[in-house]
């Protein structure tokens, strides 16, 4: 069992949906981190967070410590937000992340 | 604009050369840089951590004298990935934790690693 898991694992939806996806994790952390990766490769932080709630423009990202799990809201889900989606878990204050498997996103116009 | 860059972005090279592939923290100096791995359609998986000043910390699998890792200032990590193989192609990700408070992982580009 992978120590963060993530789920589902795709997504389709359409243009307008509201989209949640969920990170559990069996590990003490220091934060969790909630990355976007599009088709080029490239990584975008899109939240770290330690507790509570956070968000940004139609990005949602909650933890719950106590039950060692977090979601990313997506409101208003639009096809540029297609991509894929990790949580990460940063398990020391020294920034060593373990990686869930990420959810790959498709918002279908 | 970017924080942190990679070069190359793209690099195909021939079985059993060596390639070195650099990660600059544009923004920040940076002690700490970690260099990663991913494989098509899997997660990242961290290899190891770059020291500044000292040598890196690898994990555990990750062949030491393989992907060689120098992080030879504040601003600048390399990894060569030495004799390369068909099985080391994969893309290959470095990051930067910035510090303070509020500490976030800036992500470079990415560099994709073809060996023929």
């Known amino acids: 069992k992978n120590e963060v898991e993530q789920s589902p694992q795709n997504l389709t939806a359409q243009e307008g949906e509201f989209i949640t996806i969920n990170c559990s994790y069996s590990v003490g952390i220091s934060a969790l981190h909630w990355l976007q990766q599009h088709p080029g490769g490239g990584i975008v932080s899109l939240f770290m967070?330690?507790?509570g709630k956070k968000k940004h423009g139609r990005l949602i990202a909650t933890i719950n410590i106590q039950e060692k799990h977090s979601s990313l809201h997506i409101t208003a889900s639009h096809p540029r937000d297609s991509a894929v989606y990790i949580c990460a878990a940063a398990v020391n204050q020294g920034g060593k992340l373990i990686f869930g498997q990420g959810t790959e996103l498709s918002v279908k116009p | 604009g970017a924080v942190v860059s990679q070069h190359p972005s793209r690099v195909i090279c021939k079985s059993g050369t060596s390639v070195k592939i650099e990660c600059r923290s544009l923004d920040f100096q940076a002690t700490t840089m970690f260099w990663y791995r991913q494989f098509p359609k899997q997660s990242l998986m961290l290899m190891a951590t770059?020291?500044?000043?000292?040598?890196?910390?690898?994990e555990q699998g990750v062949e030491k004298d393989k992907f060689l890792i120098n992080h030879a200032s504040l601003t600048l990590s390399t990894l060569t990935v030495t004799s390369a193989h068909p099985e080391d192609s994969s893309f290959y990700i470095c990051?930067?934790?910035?510090?303070?408070?509020?500490?976030?992982?800036?992500f470079g580009p990415g560099t994709r690693l073809l060996v023929l």
């Open positions: 770059s020291n500044e000043g000292s040598k890196a910390t690898y």
């Open positions: 967070l330690s507790s």
């Open positions: 990051s930067v934790q910035s510090g303070g408070l509020q500490e976030t992982q800036y």
